[in-house]
């Protein structure tokens, strides 16, 4: 069972540059979720999708932007990276939710450090 | 507003030393409630949960009980190992799904078991 997989595991960017951190899930789940964690602030919601083709802004959206094209994958980007995104990033996602008791399922992050 | 709070570690135990960590919250309606654990290097996985008042949640030798009144979620083992050592994090899931499904994190508690 792959469940959640985050691509890449670790990068180092210059302040400036862009890139894509992609996250997909073969699970079949609606739902899907960006965090970023960082010491002593735990997980922070970035965006998340409640389905394909639609997105929305979490507690910390600045700086990001993403996109579900497909249900299976939920891509964040970083068009001009900041010394402030270092961070390492998750990806979870979670089936539909019926009742409030569903757990989300994580990947196991990206690290990224921004330069 | 929705929040969890949780005891600031690190928390140092011997094996088979008896654990808690305390977890409080402040939520609008009726959460469930989640334990999540973090072994170094990989992503958040869940423990256990209780989605409604006085339901204990259970898994590994660890528990944690649904205090409505109280408003707490207190992670307890009996006698840890020292494969329990990891980050440990409380968090509270409103109905919904999306915004209203995320998971709002308390801080993490890291803890060390030695041999």
């Known amino acids: 069972n792959a469940g959640v997989t985050q691509t890449p595991k670790f990068r180092v960017l210059k302040t400036g540059q862009s890139m894509t951190l992609l996250c997909a899930q073969d699970?079949?789940?609606?739902?899907m979720y960006w965090y970023r964690q960082d010491p002593g602030m735990g997980l922070r919601l970035i965006h998340y999708?409640?389905?394909?083709?639609?997105?929305a802004k979490g507690e910390v959206p600045d700086g990001y932007n993403v996109s579900r094209l497909k249900k299976q994958n939920f891509l964040l980007g970083l068009e001009s990276a900041a010394p402030s995104q270092t961070s390492v990033y998750f990806c979870?996602?979670?089936?539909?939710?019926?009742?409030?008791?569903?757990?989300?399922?994580f990947g196991d992050g990206t690290r990224l450090s921004i330069l | 507003g929705n929040s969890v709070t949780q005891m600031e570690g690190p928390v140092t135990l011997s094996e088979e030393a008896f654990l808690t960590i305390n977890c409080t919250y402040t939520?609008?309606?009726?959460?469930?409630l989640f334990w999540y654990v973090q072994y170094p290097g990989e992503g958040l996985q869940l423990l256990l949960k209780?989605?409604?008042?006085?339901d204990k949640g259970s898994n590994k030798g660890f528990e944690a009980t649904y205090r409505k009144e109280t408003t707490s979620f207190h992670l307890e083992k009996g006698s840890v190992q020292v494969s329990d050592s990891a980050v440990y994090f409380c968090?509270?899931?409103?109905?919904?799904?999306?915004?209203?499904?995320?998971?709002?994190f308390g801080k993490g508690t890291k803890l060390s078991v030695k041999p």
């Open positions: 979870a996602s979670q089936d539909r939710v019926v009742s409030n008791n569903q757990p989300q399922h």
């Open positions: 699970m079949n789940h609606e739902y």
């Open positions: 999708s409640v389905g394909e083709g639609t997105t």
């Open positions: 939520a609008t309606g009726y959460p469930s």
């Open positions: 209780a989605t409604k008042a006085d």
């Open positions: 968090a509270l899931s409103r109905p919904g799904g999306g915004s209203q499904g995320n998971l709002i």
